[in-house]
């Protein structure tokens, strides 16, 4: 009962806010961009309904998300109207995710990293988030059903469990957040199909996506195989997506969230087994 | 020939130098940090932090020139339950990863009685915050090596709000009681 009471405010709000966003992008015809706006505004509405709003520049790593979250908004309505070529996006992609690692893990280098190795850290972690992206990315260029959200749901949803699983509530309860914006899109999507797939959504689903591990794995007690597991488990669905025009579209979606949930359980799994007992 | 202390006391005093100053290490063996909140406003939980450290300059005959510096690892909590000390360490109470130490620095030394008005500065969880603590000098005693010893203790509270600990309001209350007992081995 009181985990309810912790989390129903700030996934109401959230799932009230990114479907307005969600809604009112579609009416519009913003296909590329509106669930990006949804999602981000979203995010940021729920967290600080759950937590308050974070003071700037953020004292704790995970009070940077609904920053980021706007942030990113901005960076992905741009690129959706904009369309610059790939290497450009590639480049830009990567630098911005850089410094988003840098502000995010900043205390690390403070206490934990020498500069070389903390700079080694981003590097790679910017590299991975670019990775991902590029996948998202063509799998939202292709998929035009509810099935990209779904499994960003399915992802976040088990992102949650794992999170409170690893010692963190506070964490959970963002991850329920994203998740409840998530489901919203999905129900937005399912009531209100689109002809244009959204892309604008990915770069702010990577990056609030990737702070909830990261700050997991850093900073609470989240074993690095379940971020990892968390991290790449939309890819499989994802390629089916990719491998799958064409076919029965009910039957796919059933496959695709089926593969994801196999791997988004394992993680948790992974989260149970490594968390200290109750009592 | 040496010349008389009392001499050497006057000019080391008039250079600035402090002679009667004592340098207390704290020995976290003999030392405890423990607190206290409330849970679900039933009644009061305790739990500790095993480990402390810091150091103590304590001047007899000029107390204000006196300081107290106590650091305090965070990783060192221990309320007798792995699960809950984990949950502590947590970004949603003393967030360990980024806010390591809990440190108090002096700023002012009064004294009234045996009885010491120390006024510095917390810092926990990235907050750094004014406060003033009345630390009580229990005794000075020779331990079982001749090293001398000497104890202090205090009992304040916080409100873990004004650090920035707002995560499960009401389940747990904002107040929280610090109880400080440090013994020094003078260096």
Known sequence: MFLLKQLLPGMLAAAVISGLFAIAGRLWRANSWGDAVALALGYAGGHVVSVGWPAFPPAEATQWLPYFAIGVMFVAVLDTLLRPSGSVRALIWFLLCAGILRLLLGSKFQYGWSPLEGSLWIACLAAGLLVLTAILDRAAQRDVSISFPLILAIVAGGTAVALMLSGSMLLGQLAFVLTAVFGTIVSVGFLLPRAVPGRGIVPVAVVVLSGLWLSGYFFAELPAASALLLAASSIPALMLVLSDEGGNPRRGLVLRATVVAVSVALAVFLAFRASPPMS | ?187
């Open chain 2, 1 to 187: 020939m040496k010349p008389p202390k009392f001499i050497l006391a006057i000019i080391l005093s008039s250079l600035g130098v402090t002679v009667y100053a004592d340098t207390f290490k704290i020995d976290p063996v003999h030392s405890s940090v423990i607190f206290s909140i409330k849970h679900l406003g039933v009644t009061d939980f305790y739990g500790r932090f095993n480990d402390v450290s810091g150091t103590v300059v304590f001047d007899k005959a000029d107390p204000s020139k006196s300081s107290v510096e106590v650091t305090v690892p965070v990783e060192s909590v221990d309320t007798n339950n792995e699960k809950r000390d984990q949950h502590l360490k947590s970004p949603d109470f003393f967030n360990a990863k980024q806010f390591p130490m809990i440190i108090f620095k002096s700023k002012t030394v009064e004294t009234s009685g045996d009885t010491y008005k120390v006024t510095g500065e917390l810092t926990l969880h990235g907050v750094t915050k004014p406060m003033t603590l009345d630390i009580k000098k229990v005794s000075e005693a020779k331990g079982m090596e001749g090293e001398i010893r000497g104890g202090g203790q205090t009992r304040f509270t916080i409100k873990r709000s004004d650090f920035g600990m707002n995560f499960m309001q009401g389940a747990l209350g904002d107040d929280v009681t610090v109880f400080l007992s440090l013994e020094g081995i003078k260096e």
